[in-house]
């Protein structure tokens, strides 16, 4: 059956020119979404658990390894490589891992946002109360929108600080795309883009699963494009000739030319094969070869008439590049959210 | 959704509500307030629906087919307290419904509609001695009948 009413009495036409107040919209809007909000708390929660307990391992074996004297000895080098080694690999991996939880909670929390109340039908019960149904929308998809970006940035916080003796110690470096899409403003800005594109997914298509695999494929193919051709066009690259690019920086290219000719990797292959025959025929150690291919031969060729050119964003763009990501996934979001209480009141039912 | 669930979230997204009407009316008709929506009888489900739309204390509720879901006994009962409710509100009902003898003991006034236009319309009891017939059922099928080209058309 439906019932329709044609609202007010006489004498009570004026409550019904007020809105319904936001305040109670937030109690149905909790009601509905708090299995999936406490799905992202107990996900989180436990994954920051994880952090903290490893954190402080981390943090502690690190401390080990920096107060080691003398720092050059070979003693306290194979501490700083064995921490390096064993728990940066841990690292690497959590930070891979928590590339995907904005793309999950999107799937899992944005894409049902709308989708299930159009799968299931209740949105006619919904649409049809005083509420309105762009304020009914609003009030769904802000509040949860906002929730999330906060819980992923609080838990990107505590990441940073898990993985700041890396920084610390200079074998990672901060804008490696892996590394810059969980940290500062970037983690929030990607699960609130996330969940945004997911609500607006389950909008359109009306359907719960397809809509979370849309999801999926929309954030994975954003992110890839962000990481492989936007976050190094974020600022002009600087160029230089020397070899002394400074550690912090995020190399993106690197060529050597001769005469204002740039050598093809073959023929630079060539020429360090030669020049290592020239200066040191035979090697000893791992350690021996990559002092040669790094630092030997390319001073090597540079007394002899070649130059190294690398183009690079300097450690210190972190922040800058921090607000520009941020800036453009929150106008994004803000666009697909608006779009979505657009379309919410255009669709016929 | 429970049945007092469903009650809080109408309440939240409508301008006015009777929440204790609505708790009032449900408990009276003994319909248990944690039990999902979903697993109510259909006469309860009917009623449950019912007693959502007469908290928002409509001035006319229109009501689309609302017993059709039932089985014979929840609907005359579900068409008495929909009798009762309004009379107990003071506001008219507009009921459509394809039982006509199920009209003819709730309605007072007919509209008979037929391929989208208004075949008929009066007070029933006007109707019934206009056309010398002692139903309502009697009344529109015999009107349709004998009007084909009206209704052809």
């Known amino acids: 059956m439906t019932a329709l009413t044609v609202p007010a009495r006489p004498d009570e036409e004026d409550a019904d020119l007020l809105p319904v107040p936001w305040r109670r919209m937030a109690w149905v809007t909790w009601r509905q979404h708090r299995f999936a909000l406490g799905g992202v708390a107990v996900l989180l929660g436990a994954l920051a658990l994880y952090l903290w307990l490893g954190g402080l391992a981390l943090h502690h074996a690190y401390a080990a390894a920096a107060a080691c004297h003398p720092a050059s000895s070979p003693g306290c080098e194979n501490l700083v490589i064995d921490f390096n080694g064993g728990y940066g690999q841990t690292a690497d991996n959590i930070a891979t891992a928590l590339g995907i939880v904005p793309a999950l909670i999107g799937a899992f929390v944005g894409a049902p946002v709308l989708a299930r109340e159009l799968e299931t039908g209740t949105f006619r019960y919904a649409w049809t109360l005083g509420v309105g149904r762009r304020r009914w929308t609003l009030a769904k998809v802000v509040p949860v929108a906002v929730a999330v970006a906060v819980a992923a940035g609080v838990f990107s916080l505590l990441f940073s600080w898990y993985f700041q003796p890396f920084f610390a110690d200079g074998a990672r470096i901060p804008l490696d795309p892996k590394l810059f899409d969980v940290r500062g403003v970037a983690f929030a800005a990607w699960t609130l883009a996330a969940f945004a594109i997911g609500a607006l997914a389950g909008l359109l298509i009306r359907r719960v699963v397809p809509a979370i695999a849309a999801t999926l494929a929309a954030y994975a193919g954003l992110a890839l494009a962000a990481a492989l051709y936007l976050q190094e066009h974020y600022a002009r690259p600087l160029l230089t000739s020397g070899l002394n690019v400074p550690g912090s920086a995020w190399t993106l290219s690197q060529w050597w030319t001769r005469g204002g000719v740039t050598l093809s990797q073959s023929a630079l292959r060539q020429v360090f094969n030669a020049a290592a025959m020239q200066i040191a025929p035979v090697l000893h150690s791992k350690a021996q070869k990559l002092q040669l291919v790094t630092a030997t031969i390319p001073q090597y060729l540079i007394r002899h008439g070649y130059t190294q050119w690398t183009s690079y964003q300097p450690g210190g763009r972190f922040w800058p590049f921090q607000w520009i990501e941020g800036g453009w996934l929150l106008a994004l979001s803000a666009l697909l959210i608006a779009a979505t209480v657009w379309l919410v009141g255009r669709r016929a039912t | ?153």
Do not use: C, W
């Open chain 2, 1 to 153: 959704m429970s049945a007092a669930d469903l009650l809080h979230l109408t309440g939240n997204l409508t301008r006015r509500f009777d929440q204790p009407y609505a708790r009032a009316r449900l408990g009276e008709l003994g319909i248990p307030l944690r039990r999902k929506a979903g697993k109510l009888s259909g006469g309860q489900q009917a009623q449950l629906a019912l007693t959502l739309a007469l908290a928002r204390r409509p001035r006319l509720p229109v009501l689309d087919e609302p017993a059709a879901m039932l089985d014979p006994i929840a609907r005359h009962d579900f068409m008495a307290t929909v009798l009762a409710a309004a009379a107990a509100d003071g506001v008219s009902v507009l009921l459509s419904s394809h039982v006509l003898t199920e009209l003819e003991r709730v309605a007072s006034y007919l509209i008979l509609l037929s391929r989208g236009r208004v075949r008929l319309a009066g007070a029933v009891g006007d109707l019934l001695a206009a056309h010398h017939r002692d139903s309502l059922e009697e009344l529109a099928l015999n009107y349709l009948r004998e009007n084909p080209a009206e209704v052809a058309k």
